[in-house]
């Protein structure tokens, strides 16, 4: 039995997402750790390598979330922005070394109210 049809589609989505997330997170912020001296095209181009990535991840999201798990295209986004943060907040602290900030639970709690807005039934 293959493991990924045992795997209902709303998750399968939903994880593709958090996989997409990791790589975004890593294109977008990864190079002020990692290339903080290089010039910002070799930048760009690493975080378009690993971008594509992301994108390899995030289509299949989308296409399974719409087509086939039944989301609307805005609990998607909504989902997508609520994974960001999750993925972000840790990211930031341990990856980064930012300081783990009380807005951060505020920011979380505006997503919690985006969510119940998107999926309520009205």
Known sequence: MNLLASIPLSLQSILLLVASNVFMTMA????????????????????WGIAFAEYMLQ??????????????????KIMQEVITLAVFVP????????????DYLWAGLCMVGAVYFIFRGG
């Open 28 to 47: 977008w912020y990864g190079h002020l750790k990692n290339l903080a001296t290089a010039p910002w095209y070799i930048a760009a181009l690493v975080s």
């Open 59 to 76: 289509v299949p999201a989308n296409r399974i979330g719409f087509q086939q798990a039944g989301f609307s295209v805005g609990q998607l």
């Open 91 to 102: 990211f930031a602290v341990y990856y980064l070394d930012e300081p783990l900030k009380l």
